[in-house]
């Protein structure tokens, strides 16, 4: 049997994103190795690039949630979802410390590196310049900034837990109104959200060029020869991230009954430039795409990623936990079980304060050492050097950690649709702006049904 011409057709590979961003990367690392200051140069690429993508996270972020909320239609569904994604990210982040501590303690990645004292004393200063004299919030203050002084400055300074929080007071308080008043309203929503995600579409074209631009700085700046010199912490933070990814592939293979490597091949574009960029945050918009292609709700996945981001960073956790006792191993120091637990305590606190704050990781090495008070603060500083290194195992981790958590929570509130999700991995996704279209549409259908059925009988 023939072919049809239109499934004859096949897309070049060299227009491929994927293709891109494979040759692009491989360009960057080149470009470093070989000419480290044109590599140094070449950051702006990536910079740039981020800089597209952030300018539209916060209103994408503002559309999605009120979008998907408008559908839920009551707050108690909205704190449902809210109240299992943080018992989620709590379990998952906890756990991810442990089993980085039990990495760690295994294979003992700092045994025999023998600190200099002689370094720390360029260490505090390297500290302040890498961290910018940044502090981690205290938990009050944390909670607190998540109530942003005005919604202007919320969505001026992307501030993405402050500008969830006012989507879902919208989102909330728009469904309690009558459908017939708030038609117009909602189809404005839904018409900016197609804007801005064409608009996304147009943005990703030059994604090829970020990847470039952060990976030629990454390795001008620090150079290959850091592998070396920190090769079995780097071989055992990566061990650590294959291994928990795959205990991430049995929660989402068992629970949620969803296959996450053929997720990951679905999106594997936006993995691929994740890891080249260092950031999760540049693929943010269209990871949500994809997981609501993927059979999620609007209101799952519009609620859970964007409050992952700031709880759910499960690689950053388990480098935070590994490199903690590496520090403690390089100055000669056997933690004790009660250290060990102490450092988990006090890793668990500082890390759901890390997003958007300059070195936070640092910032969180230092107040564990401070609070162990085992081994000099200044130590942290020794990481500079290896730390943009594992920025691909905590982005690769972190990123797939929270696409795991959509999944359990979708699963969670039955609205999970399976159908979807095979065509999407089948290569046949539903085009998004349908979908958006198939949800507004059975909104009016329900409000339209709520208001003819009238109030229930006493």
Known sequence: MMSSPAASVRTPWYRSLFAQLVVCVLLGILIGALWPGLGKQLKPLADAFIKLIKMIIAPLIFCVVVNGIAGVGNAKAVGRIGVKAIIYFEVVTTFALVFGMAVADLLKPG?????????????????????????????????????PDSVVKAFAENTLLAVLLFACLFGISLSQLPAERTREVRGVIEQFTEVLFKLMGYIMRVAPLGALGAMSYIIGQYGLRTLGSFGKLILCCYL????????????????????????????????????????????????????????NSQAVTGLVVPTGYSFNLDGATIYLAICSIFLAQGFGVDMTLTQQLTMIGVLMLTSKGMAGVPGSSFLALSATATALGIYPVAGVALLLGADRIMDSMRVFVNLLGNCVATFVVSRSERALDYER?????????????????ADLAAQEAQAAGGAQAGPAPA
């Open 111 to 147: 045994r025999g590196f023998n600190i200099d004292p002689e370094v720390l004393a360029a260490g505090e200063q390297s500290l302040e310049k890498k961290t910018g004299g940044a502090e981690l919030p205290h938990t009050t203050q944390f909670l607190l900034n998540i109530i």
């Open 240 to 295: 650590a991230a294959a291994l928990f990814a795959v205990v991430l592939w049995a929660i989402a293979r068992f629970y949620a009954k969803v296959d996450i490597w053929r997720f990951v091949v679905f999106c594997k574009d936006e993995f691929l430039l994740a890891l080249g960029t260092a950031s999760t945050e540049a693929v943010m918009p269209r990871i949500m795409t994809k997981l609501v292609q993927s059979g």
């Open 421 to 437: 999700m095979q065509r999407a991995f089948a290569g046949h996704p539903d085009d998004f702006d349908a979908i958006l279209e």
